[in-house]
């Protein structure tokens, strides 16, 4: 029933920035917890960052000090900013919702997804 419309994402040289976008539609957004996973090709989805409704988030090590992930509960749409892409960022990404307070790194754990956006950074 619940719906998450992604968008934002593109091509980007190493050293840029993108913005992914996620709009939720059919849940109560404010008492979800929203996370962002990416799987590059062959490899396993893997957990990226997450924010709770309360503003409290996580992230992969990897990415904690170039990415930021924000919310605006009155646009129901949640936000993963990029900064400082490397190529191996390079990654279909996938938004997710997980309708509780406790935020989980493992993707079985969230119940609705988004489309999947390709983020490409060329060397």
């Known amino acids: 029933q619940g719906q998450l419309v992604e968008s934002g994402g593109g091509l980007v040289q190493a050293g840029g920035s993108l913005r992914l976008s996620c709009a939720a539609s059919g849940l109560n957004f404010r008492r979800y917890t929203m996370g962002w996973f990416r799987q590059a090709p062959g490899k396993e989805r893997e957990f990226v960052a997450a924010i709770k409704w309360s503003g409290i988030t996580d992230y992969l090590d990897s990415v904690k000090d170039r990415f930021t992930i924000s919310r605006d509960d009155a646009k129901n749409t949640v936000y993963l900013q990029m900064n400082s892409l490397k190529p191996e960022d390079t990654a279909v990404y996938y938004c997710?919702?997980?309708?509780?307070?406790?935020?989980?790194?493992?993707?079985?754990?969230?119940?609705?997804w988004g489309q999947g956006s390709q983020v490409t950074v060329s060397s």
């Open positions: 997710a919702a997980r309708n509780s307070i406790v935020i989980m790194t493992k993707w079985t754990e969230y119940s609705y």
